[in-house]
């Protein structure tokens, strides 16, 4: 497991413990200290080191970039592990994750395993990917809606990231694994995790470079970057669709939303999102009409010369109303039952419990094919 370290205020003891609980002398701990010094980090895990010995591996990386890719790609390409994961400093894993993402992987000859992730010391579960609630194997890029998972966090066969050209993006703060799960997802040869152990995140951390403000074409650069793609723009056409339906769901939307629901959006951040719409609207014509009726209108607004911010933010406001037709109904009647329309979609998130599913019993899981 590969921990990138850029400031020893978070609690990465908390992550190496929780890796090393597992008595497996294979299952190690690759630190990258990522412009600090190795001797700083080496002094802050002394116990853990100690403790495990020939299970802790730390390297330096001195870039200058405040960015995870360069340290996450580094680890990657220094382990010298059969399986690798990447995992934020002050995240945790439960004690037998490894063990149980390493069985399916090893069971359906996997490229990646997708893992459950849960949320703090409540342990909310992150409801994505919306797959299929009966499949059980290999999932499907359209058919599992795996782009809706926009972090490679589980176990991922270190040879596959050199055989799929996987890269995350320099430099980039935030949204940097975009192009590195999509290529993964549509062309590996992916499975979920199953069992009850769970890759834990918090946000106890005093900084995170991810949750700097910035302007929104900063922010959405690596959309920008992904739809210019050669790659991404010869994918077929449903793999495009499903790809821009979550890119609208999730990046754009997410966007809007931390900025007051669109409230504090300002002229600059209008023009970017505009751009943005219409590469999307490009790359895969009819993803806006599986969206929400709300949702579909939001954008349809933010797309005028001068949007009406109130009417963005209603709109969007509109959209989490789930009980009312705007909320439900695709913005166009032929995509209802499309599996990236939005009755599907909002079914699939609602059962979708990755992992250890509420219907079917671990040993089922992963025995299936």
Same mark, same amino acid.
């Given at each position: ?26 299952? /190690? ?24 010995? =020939? ?10 970039? @405040? ?52 949320? =703090? ?7 994505? +990917? +919306?797959? /299929?609630?009966?499949?059980? =194997? ?31 993006? @320099? ?54 970057? $992904? ?81 009406? $911010? ?51 019993? @671990? ?7």
């Amino acid at each position: 497991m590969i921990i990138a370290v850029h400031d020893l205020r978070r609690n990465v003891v908390r992550a190496v413990e929780s890796i090393l609980s597992d008595p497996d002398p294979s299952i /190690r701990v690759f630190i990258v200290a990522h412009n600090i010094p190795r001797s700083d980090v080496a002094q802050a895990l002394d116990d853990s080191i100690r403790a495990h010995p =020939g299970r802790v591996r730390i390297e330096e990386l001195g870039d200058g970039i @405040p960015s995870p890719s360069g340290p996450f790609m580094f680890g990657m390409q220094q382990s010298d592990a059969h399986y690798v994961g990447i995992m934020g400093s002050d995240d945790e894993l439960d004690s037998a994750a490894i063990a149980q993402w390493r069985e399916r992987a090893e069971c359906f000859r996997a490229d990646a395993v997708i893992a459950k992730v849960v949320r =703090g010391t409540q342990r909310t579960l992150v409801r994505s +990917p +919306p797959k /299929r609630l009966w499949r059980v =194997g290999v999932l499907d890029f359209t058919k599992d809606r795996l782009s809706y998972r926009s972090a490679p966090l589980g176990l991922m066969r270190r040879a596959a990231v050199s055989e799929l050209h996987l890269e995350l993006l @320099p430099g980039a703060r935030n949204g940097g694994d975009l192009p590195f799960v999509t290529r993964l997802w549509s062309r590996g040869r992916v499975v979920a995790a199953t069992g009850t152990a769970a890759y834990i995140e918090h946000a106890d951390a005093p900084v995170r470079v991810t949750h700097v403000a910035k302007p929104v074409a900063e922010e959405l650069e690596p959309v920008r970057l $992904l739809l210019a793609d050669a790659d991404t723009a010869a994918m077929p056409s449903a793999n495009r669709h499903a790809l821009a339906t979550k890119l609208l769901r999730r990046n754009l939307t997410d966007s809007i939303r931390k900025r007051g629901g669109g409230l504090q959006l300002d002229a600059d951040d209008c023009a970017a999102m505009r751009l943005l719409l219409r590469a999307i609207s490009d790359f895969a014509p009819n993803a806006r009409g599986m969206l929400s009726i709300a949702q579909a209108r939001m954008f349809d607004e933010l797309e005028s010369p001068s949007p009406d $911010l109130q009417r963005v933010f209603d709109l969007d406001a509109a959209s989490l109303r789930y009980r009312t037709l705007d909320a439900l109904r695709p913005a166009r009647w032929r995509f209802v039952l499309h599996s990236q329309g939005q009755p599907r979609f909002m079914i699939a998130t609602s059962l979708i419990k990755v992992g250890a599913s509420r219907f079917f019993p @671990p040993n089922f899981l992963s025995q299936r094919g």
